[in-house]
């Protein structure tokens, strides 16, 4: 079993920037894949980004340019680099895992093997 744990959301100005890490315990050493799904309220929840095992990311139309995914594999843990927020933005973020071979997109209703319990991103003036 795998537990993920986020960090590093909270309240921020348009325009600003945010971190959000997760760590990954237990048996973490087979993740293939690990990224961040999102839900704005009021909305389903949405794939944003993940990363290989061997560091290539891909990213949501919506927060290319903006976001950058990151992975250390010795640490089992991801991060999100959150820059020029916007209100749209607005979402809680959950840590995602997937055992399975990346794909290059995941879709809304994609099992991933595993989730965190969110952390809360609100961007707001």
């Known amino acids: 079993q795998v537990q993920l744990v986020e960090s590093g959301g909270g309240v921020v100005q348009?325009?600003?920037?945010?971190?959000l890490s997760c760590a990954a315990s237990g048996n973490a050493f087979d993740l293939n894949v690990m990224g961040?799904?999102?839900q704005p309220p009021g909305k389903q929840r949405d794939w944003v980004a993940h990363i290989t095992r061997g560091g290539v990311g891909y990213y949501t139309n919506s927060v290319k340019g903006r976001f950058a995914i990151s992975r250390d594999n010795a640490k089992n843990a991801?991060?999100?680099q959150m820059d020029?927020?916007?209100p749209e933005d607005t979402a809680v973020y959950y840590c995602v895992a997937d055992l399975s071979a990346a794909k290059t997109y995941y879709s809304a209703t994609?099992?991933?093997?595993?989730?965190g319990q969110g952390t809360q991103v609100t961007v707001s003036s």
């Open 14 to 19: 348009p325009g600003g920037t945010l971190r």
């Open 36 to 38: 961040w799904y999102r």
């Open 78 to 80: 991801v991060y999100l």
């Open 84 to 86: 020029s927020l916007k």
């Open 110 to 115: 994609y099992a991933m093997d595993y989730w």
